[in-house]
């Protein structure tokens, strides 16, 4: 499915990613520069870490160039991770601006990959006005889902390389080597940047990586869907992305009518925060153990349930069940440690 020069740009990206981010982990040191703040309200590490693992994984995706979908899609990518990125530099964006600049992102893509457009929705086909809205909201909603989750090693990124392993299976089932060819390049380039990442933490995805990792996987999503409607079933887009996406579901429901709070003010009651201070016992990479394999374990009834609509939704129902029944848990034995410390 694949040609033989692809297997080969496919381990130039790993090789890649690897040299840029170990140079990135040096020069960062060495310059002061790039260093994510360790007494935000959301990070859990002790040092100060580089918060720039997207430039690596931007920069190893450039492989995916010599392919015409691949150059598209990464095309399309560029305001999403300049968005993060401008962050990272200077931590003076503004979220409004940040979602300017993002926005920009799935406009491009609607314009050079028509698939894009999610007009293939479980109750039928919707207007290209209903699909716009729709590609919108998810990809905002997936961007911002595996933003929350870095900070903690190895969770984003083995959240994402999930999901684009699961895609790229699919891809080949479904015989698009197109497709098949960009999951394998984001593989690779995550992989080498969870190399460095987990489980001691020397970088972090940063705002640049997250935003570009959570466009793509939402992109790739949809087209998969649009593409194959007749092949996958509508309830995939949200079943192949289901932690991140679930995650920034329930933290806007949980802040909004749970603690009373703006769902857009930063907190440190994220699922994989309160497992960090239970269960952690310090050690940053625990939250994604805990966490990762029920992501993996959903990924496999995906692969295998991927043109059941009944299928899907009870996996997925399974995986909220799950989440929620340990959030509650995990909640009560934070809260109990609280009243404890404060006696």
């Known amino acids: 499915m694949l040609h033989e020069v692809q297997y080969f740009y ?22 002061g520069i790039f260093l994510d703040e360790h007494d935000k309200v959301q990070k859990m590490h002790a040092i100060p870490t580089p918060r720039i693992g997207g430039l690596g994984i931007f920069l190893s995706s450039m492989f995916m160039l010599n392919d015409s979908q691949g150059g598209y899609f990464m095309l399309a990518s560029i305001p999403a991770f300049i968005a993060g990125f401008l962050e990272d530099y200077s931590g003076r964006i503004s979220p409004e601006q940040r979602l300017a600049i993002m926005c920009l992102s799935p406009i491009m893509a609607f314009i050079m990959i028509p698939d894009t457009m999610l007009t293939q929705w479980p109750m039928g086909r919707v207007p290209a006005v209903g699909g716009i809205l729709g590609s919108v909201f998810f990809i905002i909603a997936l961007v911002n889902g595996v933003n929350f989750t870095d900070g903690q090693n190895g969770l984003a990124s083995g959240t994402t390389l ?13 015989g ?45 999503a949809i087209v998969t869907v649009q593409r194959y409607s007749g092949a996958v079933s509508p309830f995939l887009l949200p079943a192949v992305v289901i932690y ?47 966490i990762l394999p029920a992501q993996v374990v959903t990924a496999f009834f995906v692969i295998l349930l991927h043109n059941s609509a009944a299928g899907l939704l009870g996996t997925m129902f399974l995986y909220v069940l799950l989440y929620c029944t340990v959030y509650v848990h995990e909640r009560r034995v934070d809260g109990l440690k609280n009243r404890i410390a404060r006696a």
């Not at 999901?163 to 080949?172: D, E, H, K, Q, R």
């Not at 940047?193 to 959570?214: E, K, M, T, V």
């Open 10 to 31: 496919i381990l130039i990206a790993f090789a890649l990613s690897l040299l840029v981010h170990y140079l990135v982990i040096e020069l960062t040191h060495r310059k």
């Open 162 to 174: 999930i999901s684009f392993l699961t895609l790229a299976v699919l891809a080949y089932v479904l």
């Open 176 to 220: 698009d080597g197109s497709l098949l060819y960009i999951c394998l390049i984001l593989s690779v380039a995550v992989l080498a940047f969870l190399i460095y990442n987990f489980p001691r933490g020397r970088i972090f995805l940063g705002d640049g990586g997250a935003y570009l990792l959570g466009f793509m996987a939402a992109i790739i």
């Open 244 to 290: 991140p996406l679930w995650e920034v579901l329930f933290s806007t429901l949980r802040k909004s009518f749970f603690d009373r709070i703006s769902p857009f003010r930063s907190d440190d009651y994220h699922l994989h925060q309160l497992i960090y201070r239970n269960r952690a016992r310090g050690k940053g990479y625990r939250p994604a153990v805990f």
